[in-house]
């Protein structure tokens, strides 16, 4: 198999040229990194991860936490931080902690500690300090999606913020009557999403001056199965039935749209249903929702990392980056009244 000096050789280079050009290092020229590329790929060249580990103390290996592996908005933030690691030439190692507490323990207090890895991205995670102290004392990277975390570097968005603009849109169509499915601590998640966005629905309706009605609340799991469930016991009284429902994610209000169809009800003559996420169903089912954009989230978050493991290639912001969230209106809510 030919060897570093081959490609050198073809690329009319130095070696250590190659070697630098094929580690990813910022200080060289795109023409000259291409140039590698190719005399690389012509002539069969494989970097042995061995020998550059040794050379550059680094394992080109990124660790990554999740919560759950099965729900699709986790899914699609490893799959944007996956498309721009492996586009640097990054492996990645998947940890899913859906397991429970001692699945999570033995991540945090063996796994990372002891596995080759470059850096860590927790996503939806709200490490405790045992945790973090010990993610720290590696002295590797560490960025955090979806909320802040004490000294590290992290990516978030405004729950609050993005609940209040889902129920101002209902509002704004008319309705005064707005249900909401979303969690209660019994299904709590990590920066306290669920209460979040409760928090930013009342909110919502109180600077309306709408009473809120404890009535037109109902948690569910954030499964479309659970949206379902949930959305039948708001429907199913005539007298307090809402006119509009705002779901606390794009599953859910899923479910919501199902259990509407099934109970004789036009979406959205009969009742608007809005929420967050823009799940890749969402369109299909007509929904409107607040889009979070997920593998934006994991593009941006190893863009960060990638920062921290070459520095001096951008200068780094502010210790939390807010991240972008936008209103999508489709024909799941109308204005009050309105027949279609």
């Known amino acids: 198999m030919p060897g570093i000096q081959a ?32 005399a690389a790929a012509e002539l069969g060249y494989v970097v042995s991860s061995s020998a550059s580990s040794l050379a550059t103390g680094r394992n080109r290996n990124i660790g990554v936490v999740v919560p759950f592996l099965t729900r699709w908005f986790y899914a699609s933030v490893l799959e944007g931080a996956e498309s721009a690691l492996l586009s640097h030439g990054y492996d990645l190692t998947l940890y899913n902690l859906a397991g429970g507490g001692d699945e999570r323990r033995a991540v945090f207090e063996e796994f990372l500690l002891r596995k080759r890895v470059d850096a860590v991205i927790a ?24 909320g802040p975390l004490p000294g590290v570097r992290t990516l978030s968005i405004d729950d609050v913020e ?29 920066f306290h999403l669920p209460t979040n966005r409760r928090i930013g629905y009342e909110s919502a309706l109180e600077a309306w001056g709408i009473p809120v009605n404890p009535a037109l609340f109902r948690a569910a799991d954030f499964t479309i199965e659970g949206g379902y469930e949930a959305a039948k016991q708001l429907l199913g009284s005539p007298r307090e039935r809402p006119t509009a429902i705002f779901a606390a994610s794009d599953e859910m209000a899923i479910g919501t749209i199902l259990a509407a169809r099934d109970m004789g009800l036009h979406v959205p003559d009969d009742v608007s249903v809005i929420g967050v996420d823009d799940h890749e169903l969402s369109n299909f089912f007509g929904l409107t929702t607040v889009a979070q954009f ?29 991240l972008p969230f936008e209103l999508l209106v489709r024909s799941s809510t109308a204005r009050l009244g309105a027949r279609r």
């Open 7 to 38: 490609v050198a050789e073809l690329a009319g280079v130095s070696t250590a040229t190659v070697s630098r050009a094929l580690s990813g290092k910022p200080n060289v020229s795109a023409a000259t990194r291409d140039a590698v590329l190719a």
């Open 162 to 190: 993005v609940a209040q603009l889902a129920t101002e849109h209902l509002l704004q169509l008319g309705h005064t009557s707005i249900g909401h499915i979303g969690g209660t601590r019994d299904f709590e998640l990590d």
């Open 123 to 146: 996503i939806s995670l709200e490490l405790t300090p045992s945790e973090l102290s010990g993610l720290l004392g590696m002295g590797k990277p560490i960025v955090g999606v979806g």
């Open 294 to 322: 997920p593998e934006l989230q994991g593009r941006m978050a190893a863009e960060i990392l990638l920062d921290q493991l070459q520095p001096g290639t951008r200068t780094l912001g502010s210790l939390n980056t807010a």
